[in-house]
T-cell receptor, first 112, second 110 residues
């Protein structure tokens, strides 16, 4: 049973560019959440997707957007990258209404 | 969101028990207490959760105070693989987001 997978594992971008990160949920899960983890900090909730719609959003600007596909996989898009967007981006999957979230290994983004 | 307080770091020896404390004095009556841990270079992983009663699973035990304002995660025999950052998270059943604090960085000495 495959767990949560994310791609790419690492990414280097320059300021102003756009980036797309991808996530495949654990088999049987229908809900995907995205988190940003700065160095030395706990993960911060960006947003959650269920039934291809954004259910809840954390305190992140509109430059952060997402999408969920019919197969439950998801993308996180960040436009107009800033140096401060450098972080580990984590995807977590769960069942709708379920408390336990299963995390992927993350994508480490470096913005130069 | 309930605020949590955990020690920044703790240290223990291999094969000894470890007790990781968490204060969550503003927890609501419907919040479960979840514990996750994050091993180096990995995403967080679920450890255990409970509401009022003490809970055990293959990874750990969770002791919850009678007033629910604090809890303790217990690793019965720590191994080097248990070195990680441990997060205590009050979480309402069905809530979308997990709210992570700073966590406790646990170091295990051989």
């Amino acid at each position: 049973d495959a767990g949560v997978t994310q791609s790419p594992t690492h990414l280097i971008k320059t300021r102003g560019q756009q980036v797309t990160l991808r996530c495949s949920p654990k088999s049987g899960h229908d809900t995907v959440s995205w988190y940003q983890q700065a160095l030395g900090q706990g993960p911060q909730f960006i947003f959650q997707y269920y039934e291809e719609e954004e259910r809840q959003r954390g305190n992140f600007p509109d430059r952060f957007s997402g999408h969920q596909f019919p197969n439950y996989s998801s993308e996180l898009n960040v436009n107009a990258l800033l140096l401060g967007d450098s972080a580990l981006y984590l995807c977590a999957s769960s069942l709708v209404g379920g408390g336990t979230q299963y995390f992927g290994p993350g994508t480490r983004l470096l913005v130069l | 969101d309930a605020k949590t307080t955990q020690p920044n770091s703790m240290e223990s020896n291999e094969e000894e028990p470890v007790h990781l404390p968490c204060n969550h004095s503003t927890i609501s009556g419907t919040d479960y207490i979840h514990w996750y841990r994050q091993l180096p270079s990995q995403g967080p992983e679920y450890v255990i959760h409970g509401l009022t009663s003490n809970v055990n699973n293959r990874m750990a035990s969770l002791a919850i105070a009678e007033d629910r304002k604090s809890s303790t995660l217990i690793l019965h025999r720590a191994t080097l693989r248990d070195a990680a950052v441990y997060y205590c998270i009050p979480h309402r059943q069905g809530a979308q987001k997990l709210v992570f604090g700073q966590g406790t960085r646990l170091t295990i000495n051989p």
